[in-house]
């Protein structure tokens, strides 16, 4: 009797449970968002926003005369303009293997592949969010020091305390564990430090070991800054001039403090005794001791009307001195960046991609909040069948201030 052929669902069900299974980052990701779309024939560049909580002030006393508040929501806009395709061919003959086999042989490493260009994009958003731990020498190890530092600055902005992952490379991570290997620890955590080499639960975080995170090559250094022209209200590019040292570029993911800015309580909307970050959300041309450096989340200062945008105790003024947390960095200097990530801060959205229509083979699943698709042709001429597997989807920062980085050594 001959062996029962695998359909396109069987195969489609397996390639997707592979890639959720392999993606690290994308387990952090909210993903509840792919309801928000249409479920069938979803384009690129489709869009949905996605509403923030409320924030109010608070009022001494019984008597509100003057003091009641507009109800104003902010959203942040999740665009799903990424898709991803691997195409594969398989005879006749490989669809008679059984499941088990068959994704060994070939599903396995297209799953593996899809899910690293995922999490590449997630961490590539995550690069330019949040607040960056200041570190003295780009290319020293990181000190468990430094992942205190940053689940300390987590706590401030009220991030929920569980499940907050920090996605390390294996190298950083093996740094941290023989740093640590005198430390008491819980039994449990410890064994995995010496049976598996990697941290486990500690300093607040749940450690992932992944080498899908990101890193900054620097251009040089920058040894001084200042602001060039007084910010307003919604500015999402820094006005740079004075800038002094090697560097040719502020490249993406360099973060720099400016004097006078600080961190705001995310409910009072207090101001805080940090410095806020911001970050480059793109390569920046240093030309004339100047550029302009864009930033992923726009500035908002307290006293701004809509209170659910305030993020900064003040504006930006002019002349006020910029300090760039990687500034002794020389050209050639490459460091990876450590993403510590709480729950719900970055949304993921995968939606149905149209089946086409012109095949019998043809199929779409979707799991865990990622939905793939699968669309076979077959030539006939050798006997095979020629298999393009699609994911589309987007990813957005919802919450930067419950993101934190760290610069590591490569």
Do not use: H, W
């Not at 009641?68 to 008679?96: C, N, P, W, Y």
């Not at 089946?355 to 019998?360: F, Q």
């Amino acid at each position: 009797m001959a062996n029962k052929l695998l359909t396109i669902s069987d195969i489609t069900r397996e390639a997707l449970a592979l890639l959720v299974e392999e993606s690290q980052l994308l387990k952090a990701c909210n993903r509840k968002y792919e309801s928000r779309f249409a479920k069938s024939g979803a384009k690129v560049g489709a869009s949905v926003d996605i509403r923030k909580p409320v924030k109010y002030g608070v009022t001494d006393g019984a008597d509100l005369t003057g003091a009641v508040q507009d109800s104003q929501e902010s959203a942040v806009t999740l665009s799903v303009d990424k898709r991803k395709t691997i195409g594969m061919q398989f005879s006749s003959e490989d669809l008679t293997l059984s499941i088990d086999d068959f994704s060994a042989r070939f599903l396995k490493s297209a799953a593996a592949r899809l899910a690293r260009q995922i999490d590449l994009d997630i961490a590539q958003e995550a690069l330019v969010s949040g607040e960056r731990i200041a570190r003295a020498t780009i290319g020293d190890s990181v000190a468990f020091g430094d992942v205190a530092k940053a689940n300390a600055q987590l706590s401030t902005q009220l991030a929920p305390s569980g499940d907050r992952r920090l996605f390390i490379d294996a190298f950083n991570d093996a740094d941290i564990v023989n740093e640590n290997k005198g430390l008491f620890q819980s039994a449990a955590e410890i064994s995995k430090q010496y049976e598996k080499g990697v941290m486990g639960i500690a300093g607040g975080f749940k450690f992932v070991e992944t080498e899908n995170v990101p890193q900054i090559a620097f251009s040089g250094t920058i040894t001084a800054a200042a602001v060039k022209t007084a910010g307003v209200n919604g500015d999402s590019v820094v006005a740079i001039d004075g800038v002094a040292g090697t560097a040719t570029a502020v490249k993406k993911g360099q973060a720099f403090n400016i004097a006078g800015v600080y961190q705001v309580d995310p409910q009072t909307l207090e101001s805080l005794p940090q410095l806020k970050t911001f970050i480059a959300s793109a390569d920046a041309d240093i030309a004339g001791a100047a550029c302009n450096v864009s930033i992923a989340s726009p500035i908002y200062a307290i006293g701004y009307e809509n209170k659910s945008l305030i993020n900064v105790s003040a504006l930006p003024a002019a002349d006020a001195v910029i300090t760039f947390l990687e500034g002794a960095s020389a050209a050639g200097d490459v460091g990876k960046v450590l993403l510590g990530i709480a729950p719900d801060s970055i949304g993921f959205a995968s939606v149905d991609l149209e089946l086409p229509g012109v095949s019998k083979m043809e199929g779409r699943e979707s799991y865990d909040g990622v939905s793939m698709r699968m669309v076979k042709t077959y030539d006939g001429l050798t006997d095979s069948g020629l298999y393009r597997l699609d994911v589309l989807y987007g990813v957005k920062t919802l919450r930067p201030e419950n993101v934190v980085s760290i610069i590591g050594k490569v």
